[in-house]
C-alpha cells in the first residue's frame, strides 16, 4: 500500500495528455508508458536489494553516504527538503485541495485553507506513529485503486468513444525530443523510493521491503496501462492530447456531472494519499540527518511515546506550508525533476559499491540481472536528463544552483558539529 499510495497521485489523471501531445499515435502513448513501468520497475528492483542490504531509516541518504560519503549525502538531503519532498508536499496537497472544492462545489478561496489543512492533519496523523500512518495509507490507496478501477472499466466497457477531434501537427520522434516523452511519465511513476525511507519501521524488511517493492509497481505499472487503454478508447489519440482534464471528460460522457465529480473526489483521495505517504517517508530521512548532525540535531528527536520523528515532522510540514502559502512550489517542482532522477540513478549506482566492496555480505534478496539492468536504468535516466536540460535549460540550471547551494550548508554544519565534537 505504501509503494502504491506513493507512486499514484495526479499523474495518471494528468500527465496522460501531455504524453499524447508529444506523441504521434496511440501505440506511442502506450509504448512511452511501458517503458516508464518497465524503467520504475528496474528501479524498484535495484531499491529492493539495497532496502535488504541497509533495512534501517533514511533510504537513499543511507546508501549514498556509505558509498560516496557524507557531503554527497548531505547535498541529496538538501535538496530533497529544501525542494522535493517539501515542494511535493505543497504541491500535491493543493492539488488536493482544488479536485476537493470541485468535488464539493467550493469557492477557489476555500483552496490554501483546505491544502495547509491537509498538511496539518496528516503531519498529527504521522505524530502518533507508523501504525497510525498506515492505517490511514492503507485506507486512502484502496480507495484510489478503487477510482482507477472506476475509470478503466467506464472508459473501455460503459462510455461511447467520442467523435475524432482535429488532429495537431504530427510529432517525429527523434533523440531530442524523446526525453520530453519520457519525462512525464518517470514523474508519474516516480515515489517507490518512500518506502526504503522507512525500512527501519517495518517488519521482516529483507523479506518484504523486495516484496512490496516488486508487487507494489508491477500493480501500478498495470493501473497506468489499464488508464491509458480507457483514455484513448474514449478519446482517441488526437482527443487525448487537446483535453485538459480526459478522466472527469470520460466520467461525464458516461454519467454527466455526477461522474465527473465522483471521479474529481477520486482524484482527491488520491493526492491526499500521496501527501500522507511523502510526510511518513520524508521525516524518516530529516530524522536520520539530525541524529548524524548533518541537520539540526533536534530534527534527530524520536518521540518516547509513539517512536515518531516528531520534530522531523514539524519542520518538513512546516516548511512545506509556506511553500504553499508562497505559491512557488510549482516552480520548484519544475527545478527539481531532473534532480530527483539524478537522485534515484545515483542511489542505484551504489549497487556497484555495495556489490564489489560488500561482497561478503549475507544478503536476503539481491536482485537479476545485475550489472545490466542498472546500468539499462542509470543509462536511460541519463539520457532522460540530458534531453531535458537540453530542452529546458533554464529550469535544469535552476536545479544545479539549489544543489551548489547545499555545499556551503555543508561547510557549516560539518564545522558546527567538529567544533561541538571538541568542546
Known amino acids: 500500500m505504501i509503494v502504491v ?24 502513448v502506450l509504448i512511452a508508458w511501458a517503458i516508464g513501468g518497465a524503467l520504475a520497475l528496474i528501479g524498484a528492483l535495484c531499491y529492493a536489494e539495497l532496502g535488504a542490504r541497509r533495512p534501517q531509516a533514511g533510504g537513499a541518504y543511507v546508501y549514498l553516504r556509505e558509498a560516496y560519503g557524507p557531503m554527497i549525502a548531505f547535498v541529496y538531503g538538501w535538496i530533497m527538503l529544501v525542494v522535493n ?5 505543497a504541491a ?56 482507477v478501477v472506476a475509470l478503466v472499466v467506464t472508459g473501455v466497457f460503459i462510455a461511447a468513444p467520442h467523435a475524432p477531434v482535429a488532429a495537431p501537427q504530427p510529432v517525429v520522434i527523434s533523440p531530442w525530443n524523446f526525453g520530453a516523452i519520457l519525462m512525464p511519465v518517470l514523474f508519474a511513476y516516480g515515489g517507490w523510493a518512500y518506502i526504503n525511507n522507512i525500512a527501519g519501521e517495518i517488519r521482516e524488511p529483507q523479506r ?30 488526437d482527443g487525448l492530447a487537446t483535453s485538459m482534464a480526459p478522466a472527469a471528460e470520460i466520467m461525464r460522457g458516461a454519467f454527466g456531472d455526477t461522474g465527473a465529480r465522483a471521479i474529481s473526489l477520486g482524484i482527491a483521495i488520491s493526492t491526499f494519499g500521496f501527501c500522507n ?88 534478496f539481491r536482485m537479476k540481472g545485475f550489472p545490466i539492468l542498472p546500468l539499462v536504468f542509470i543509462v536511460a535516466v541519463l539520457c532522460v536528463v540530458a534531453s531535458n536540460i537540453i530542452s529546458n535549460p533554464t529550469d535544469a540550471g535552476m536545479g544545479l544552483v539549489i544543489a551548489l547551494l547545499g ?10 558539529r567538529r567544533s561541538a565534537a571538541r568542546t
Open 85 to 89: 519532498y517539501s515542494g511535493s508536499e
Open 407 to 416: 555545499l556551503p550548508v555543508y561547510w557549516f554544519w560539518s564545522r558546527s
Open 208 to 237: 518484504n521491503l523486495p516484496r512490496a517493492l516488486v508487487l507494489g509497481m508491477l500493480l501500478v505499472a498495470a493501473c497506468y496501462l489499464l488508464a491509458n487503454v480507457a483514455y484513448l478508447h474514449v478519446l482517441g489519440h
Open 277 to 364: 505517504i511523502s510526510i511518513i517517508g520524508a521525516a524518516r530521512v530529516f530524522q536520520v540527518m539530525g541524529e548524524e548532525g548533518l541537520f539540526f540535531r533536534a530534527a534527530g528527536h524520536i518521540n518516547e511515546r509513539y517512536r515518531s520523528p516528531d520534530v522531523a515532522l514539524a519542520a518538513l510540514s512546516g516548511w512545506a506550508i509556506v511553500l504553499a502559502l508562497s505559491g512557488t512550489y510549482g516552480q520548484l517542482l519544475n527545478y527539481s525533476t531532473v534532480g530527483d532522477w539524478l537522485g534515484y540513478a545515483a542511489a542505484v549506482a551504489t549497487l556497484f559499491y555495495y556489490r564489489r566492496a560488500r561482497a561478503d555480505e549475507a544478503v536476503a
Open 92 to 147: 500535491v496537497s493543493m492539488t488536493f485541495a482544488t479536485y476537493f472544492c470541485s468535488a464539493f462545489d467550493l469557492p477557489a478561496t476555500l483552496i490554501q485553507p483546505i491544502a495547509i489543512g491537509a498538511i496539518v492533519l496528516l503531519t498529527g496523523v504521522s505524530y502518533f506513529g507508523i501504525k497510525a500512518g498506515a492505517m490511514l495509507q492503507n485506507a486512502l490507496t484502496m480507495l484510489k485503486l478503487l477510482a
Open 5 to 28: 499510495g506513493g507512486v499514484i497521485g495526479a499523474g495518471i489523471f494528468l500527465n496522460p495528455r501531455i504524453v499524447a501531445e508529444r506523441t504521434g499515435s496511440s501505440e506511442g
